[in-house]
Protein backbone atom coordinates (compact mmCIF):
# COMPACT_ATOMS: atom_id res chain seq x y z
CA UNK A 1 0.00 0.00 0.00
CA UNK A 2 1.48 3.34 -1.07
CA UNK A 3 2.33 6.17 1.28
CA UNK A 4 0.06 8.83 -0.49
CA UNK A 5 -3.30 5.87 0.27
CA UNK A 6 -1.89 5.84 4.07
CA UNK A 7 -1.46 9.32 4.56
CA UNK A 8 -4.67 10.40 2.86
CA UNK A 9 -6.80 7.63 4.45
CA UNK A 10 -5.15 8.86 7.96
CA UNK A 11 -6.32 12.59 6.73
CA UNK A 12 -9.39 11.47 6.49
CA UNK A 13 -10.30 9.41 9.45
CA UNK A 14 -8.28 12.03 11.35
CA UNK A 15 -10.54 14.76 10.07
CA UNK A 16 -13.89 12.26 11.09
CA UNK A 17 -12.27 11.76 15.09
CA UNK A 18 -11.72 15.84 15.33
CA UNK A 19 -15.16 16.35 14.20
CA UNK A 20 -16.13 14.24 16.92
CA UNK A 21 -14.26 15.97 19.31
CA UNK A 22 -15.62 19.47 18.10
CA UNK A 23 -19.12 18.29 19.11
CA UNK A 24 -18.18 18.13 22.72
CA UNK A 25 -15.78 20.53 23.19
CA UNK A 26 -16.47 19.63 26.56
CA UNK A 27 -13.86 16.80 27.14
CA UNK A 28 -11.27 19.61 25.90
CA UNK A 29 -12.78 21.94 28.82
CA UNK A 30 -13.18 18.93 31.33
CA UNK A 31 -9.07 17.90 30.46
CA UNK A 32 -8.39 21.62 31.49
CA UNK A 33 -10.37 22.09 34.62
CA UNK A 34 -8.79 19.68 36.69
CA UNK A 35 -4.88 21.32 36.21
CA UNK A 36 -6.61 24.76 36.57
CA UNK A 37 -7.75 24.06 39.52
CA UNK A 38 -4.30 22.44 41.30
CA UNK A 39 -2.92 25.67 39.94
CA UNK A 40 -5.09 27.66 41.71
CA UNK A 41 -4.90 25.80 44.25
CA UNK A 42 -1.00 25.49 45.04
CA UNK A 43 -0.31 29.00 43.80
CA UNK A 44 -3.00 30.90 46.08
CA UNK A 45 -3.75 28.37 48.61
CA UNK A 46 -0.48 26.28 49.34
CA UNK A 47 2.34 28.78 47.22
CA UNK A 48 2.81 30.58 50.36
CA UNK A 49 4.07 28.01 52.43
CA UNK A 50 6.44 26.27 49.57
CA UNK A 51 10.09 27.56 49.30
CA UNK A 52 11.31 26.91 45.93
CA UNK A 53 13.50 29.50 45.83
CA UNK A 54 12.24 31.52 43.25
CA UNK A 55 10.79 34.58 42.89
CA UNK A 56 7.63 33.39 41.46
CA UNK A 57 5.87 30.12 42.37
CA UNK A 58 3.60 29.79 39.18
CA UNK A 59 6.75 29.61 37.02
CA UNK A 60 7.81 27.13 39.30
CA UNK A 61 4.75 25.46 39.02
CA UNK A 62 3.41 25.56 35.25
CA UNK A 63 5.99 22.64 33.57
CA UNK A 64 4.60 19.88 36.27
CA UNK A 65 0.67 21.39 35.26
CA UNK A 66 1.10 21.27 31.85
CA UNK A 67 2.43 17.36 31.87
CA UNK A 68 -0.39 16.49 34.28
CA UNK A 69 -2.71 18.42 31.66
CA UNK A 70 -1.70 16.09 28.84
CA UNK A 71 -1.81 12.68 31.71
CA UNK A 72 -5.62 13.53 31.63
CA UNK A 73 -6.33 14.33 28.22
CA UNK A 74 -5.18 11.37 26.98
CA UNK A 75 -7.34 8.74 28.85
CA UNK A 76 -9.97 10.47 26.30
CA UNK A 77 -8.06 8.79 23.74
CA UNK A 78 -8.68 5.56 25.36
CA UNK A 79 -11.74 6.30 25.90
CA UNK A 80 -12.75 7.07 22.80
CA UNK A 81 -10.72 4.10 21.29
CA UNK A 82 -12.63 1.48 23.45
CA UNK A 83 -15.93 3.23 22.08
CA UNK A 84 -14.67 2.61 18.43
CA UNK A 85 -14.11 -0.78 19.20
CA UNK A 86 -17.24 -1.85 20.93
CA UNK A 87 -19.20 -0.27 18.73
CA UNK A 88 -17.88 -2.05 15.77
CA UNK A 89 -16.20 0.65 13.84
CA UNK A 90 -13.36 -0.48 13.56
CA UNK A 91 -14.75 -3.66 11.62
CA UNK A 92 -16.35 -1.67 9.41
CA UNK A 93 -13.15 0.40 8.46
CA UNK A 94 -11.22 -2.65 7.78
CA UNK A 95 -14.06 -4.16 5.67
CA UNK A 96 -13.47 -1.00 3.59
CA UNK A 97 -9.95 -0.70 1.24
CA UNK A 98 -8.31 1.89 3.43
CA UNK A 99 -4.93 1.19 4.85
CA UNK A 100 -5.53 -0.47 8.54
CA UNK A 101 -2.88 1.61 10.51
CA UNK A 102 -4.26 4.76 9.78
CA UNK A 103 -7.54 3.99 12.09
CA UNK A 104 -4.87 4.01 15.20
CA UNK A 105 -3.08 6.99 13.54
CA UNK A 106 -6.56 8.95 13.68
CA UNK A 107 -7.04 8.84 16.90
CA UNK A 108 -3.34 9.04 17.84
CA UNK A 109 -3.22 12.79 16.10
CA UNK A 110 -6.49 13.76 17.43
CA UNK A 111 -5.51 13.08 20.81
CA UNK A 112 -2.26 15.49 19.50
CA UNK A 113 -4.20 18.16 18.37
CA UNK A 114 -6.92 18.16 21.23
CA UNK A 115 -4.03 17.74 23.81
CA UNK A 116 -2.41 21.19 22.49
CA UNK A 117 -5.75 23.08 22.73
CA UNK A 118 -5.67 22.14 26.48
CA UNK A 119 -1.91 23.22 26.73
CA UNK A 120 -2.51 26.55 25.32
CA UNK A 121 -5.55 26.96 27.55
CA UNK A 122 -3.77 26.51 30.88
CA UNK A 123 -0.64 28.34 29.67
CA UNK A 124 -3.36 31.29 28.72
CA UNK A 125 -4.86 30.84 32.70
CA UNK A 126 -1.29 30.48 34.06
CA UNK A 127 -0.60 34.14 32.16
CA UNK A 128 -3.26 35.60 33.97
CA UNK A 129 -2.15 34.80 37.03
CA UNK A 130 1.00 36.09 36.44
CA UNK A 131 3.35 33.51 34.99
CA UNK A 132 6.38 35.29 32.79
CA UNK A 133 9.03 33.99 30.56
CA UNK A 134 12.01 35.23 29.65
CA UNK A 135 12.12 32.34 26.95
CA UNK A 136 12.95 33.51 22.82
CA UNK A 137 11.28 32.12 20.07
CA UNK A 138 13.72 28.80 19.65
CA UNK A 139 13.34 27.90 23.40
CA UNK A 140 9.50 28.52 23.38
CA UNK A 141 9.80 26.10 20.15
CA UNK A 142 12.09 23.81 21.98
CA UNK A 143 9.57 23.83 24.89
CA UNK A 144 6.69 22.66 22.56
CA UNK A 145 8.76 20.22 20.82
CA UNK A 146 9.23 17.97 24.76
CA UNK A 147 5.61 18.67 25.00
CA UNK A 148 4.60 17.22 21.50
CA UNK A 149 6.93 14.23 22.22
CA UNK A 150 5.36 13.60 25.81
CA UNK A 151 1.96 13.99 24.30
CA UNK A 152 2.58 11.39 21.62
CA UNK A 153 4.30 8.90 23.77
CA UNK A 154 1.19 9.17 26.50
CA UNK A 155 -1.00 8.43 23.85
CA UNK A 156 0.54 5.51 22.15
CA UNK A 157 0.47 4.38 25.91
CA UNK A 158 -3.25 4.79 26.28
CA UNK A 159 -4.04 3.02 23.20
CA UNK A 160 -3.20 0.04 24.76
CA UNK A 161 -5.79 -0.27 27.76
CA UNK A 162 -8.14 1.48 24.65
CA UNK A 163 -7.77 -1.88 22.95
CA UNK A 164 -7.34 -4.28 25.54
CA UNK A 165 -9.82 -3.42 28.43
CA UNK A 166 -13.20 -4.71 29.23
CA UNK A 167 -14.78 -1.78 30.42
CA UNK A 168 -15.44 1.79 29.72
CA UNK A 169 -14.18 2.38 32.90
CA UNK A 170 -11.67 0.30 32.38
CA UNK A 171 -9.93 2.46 29.25
CA UNK A 172 -9.27 5.04 30.85
CA UNK A 173 -8.18 4.26 34.74
CA UNK A 174 -5.13 3.89 33.72
CA UNK A 175 -4.28 7.42 33.51
CA UNK A 176 -4.68 8.08 36.91
CA UNK A 177 -1.03 6.88 37.86
CA UNK A 178 0.38 9.07 35.38
CA UNK A 179 -1.61 11.87 36.90
CA UNK A 180 -0.07 11.46 40.28
CA UNK A 181 3.16 10.81 39.05
CA UNK A 182 4.14 14.71 38.45
CA UNK A 183 3.67 14.78 42.86
CA UNK A 184 6.67 12.53 43.38
CA UNK A 185 8.78 14.89 41.17
CA UNK A 186 10.03 18.08 41.26
CA UNK A 187 6.86 19.33 39.73
CA UNK A 188 5.63 21.09 43.05
CA UNK A 189 8.35 21.73 45.08
CA UNK A 190 12.45 20.35 45.10
CA UNK A 191 13.53 17.09 45.50
CA UNK A 192 16.63 17.83 48.03
CA UNK A 193 13.16 18.18 50.90
CA UNK A 194 12.32 15.00 50.00
CA UNK A 195 13.50 11.86 52.87
CA UNK A 196 15.85 9.96 50.57
CA UNK A 197 14.11 6.78 48.94
CA UNK A 198 11.57 9.36 47.53
CA UNK A 199 14.17 11.40 46.84
CA UNK A 200 16.13 8.75 44.99
CA UNK A 201 12.86 7.62 43.08
CA UNK A 202 12.06 11.49 42.27
CA UNK A 203 15.47 12.33 40.53
CA UNK A 204 15.30 9.51 38.55
CA UNK A 205 11.93 9.09 37.01
CA UNK A 206 11.28 10.80 33.47
CA UNK A 207 9.00 13.68 35.09
CA UNK A 208 11.57 15.16 36.35
CA UNK A 209 14.06 15.97 33.50
CA UNK A 210 11.48 17.18 31.61
CA UNK A 211 10.09 19.65 34.25
CA UNK A 212 12.91 20.19 35.04
CA UNK A 213 14.10 20.97 31.20
CA UNK A 214 10.55 22.68 30.86
CA UNK A 215 11.36 24.77 33.40
CA UNK A 216 15.24 26.00 32.22
CA UNK A 217 13.50 26.50 29.31
CA UNK A 218 10.95 28.81 30.22
CA UNK A 219 13.43 31.02 32.21
CA UNK A 220 15.59 31.43 29.42
CA UNK A 221 17.85 29.74 31.45
CA UNK A 222 20.96 26.86 30.13
CA UNK A 223 19.01 23.62 30.31
CA UNK A 224 22.65 21.65 30.03
CA UNK A 225 23.06 17.84 29.84
CA UNK A 226 19.18 17.75 31.19
CA UNK A 227 17.10 17.81 28.01
CA UNK A 228 19.00 14.94 26.70
CA UNK A 229 17.86 12.97 29.62
CA UNK A 230 14.32 14.55 28.98
CA UNK A 231 14.08 13.82 25.04
CA UNK A 232 15.61 10.22 25.63
CA UNK A 233 13.04 9.29 28.19
CA UNK A 234 10.62 10.84 25.75
CA UNK A 235 11.33 8.62 22.84
CA UNK A 236 12.09 5.55 24.79
CA UNK A 237 8.48 5.61 25.91
CA UNK A 238 7.33 6.65 22.51
CA UNK A 239 9.42 4.04 21.30
CA UNK A 240 8.20 1.39 23.58
CA UNK A 241 4.43 2.39 23.56
CA UNK A 242 4.34 2.51 19.65
CA UNK A 243 5.85 -1.12 19.33
CA UNK A 244 3.32 -2.41 22.22
CA UNK A 245 0.54 -0.90 20.96
CA UNK A 246 0.75 -1.78 17.22
CA UNK A 247 1.04 -5.73 18.09
CA UNK A 248 -1.45 -5.38 20.48
CA UNK A 249 -3.47 -3.76 17.87
CA UNK A 250 -2.68 -6.55 14.85
CA UNK A 251 -3.82 -9.01 17.40
CA UNK A 252 -7.20 -7.33 18.71
CA UNK A 253 -8.28 -7.15 14.60
CA UNK A 254 -7.02 -10.37 13.14
Known amino acids: MSATHFFGDTAVL ?31 VLGG ?11 YLLPGILLITIASGIAYTAYRLFLDLQGGIFDRFHSMPIARSSVLWAHVLTSLVANLISLVVVVMVALLMGFRSG ?22 LAVIPGLTA ?42 TSIVNTLRALFAGQPV ?31
Not at 34 to 42: D, E, G, H, R, S
Request: glycine share 6%.
Open 14 to 44: TGRSLKHVSRSLDTIITTAVTPIAMMLLFVY
Open 49 to 59: AIDTGTDSYIN
Open 135 to 156: AGVPAWLAAAGILVLFTLALTW
Open 166 to 207: KTIDGASAFSYPLIFLPFISSAFVPTATMPGPVRWFAENQPV
Open 224 to 254: GSEIWIALAWCLGILVVAAVAARAVYRRRIS
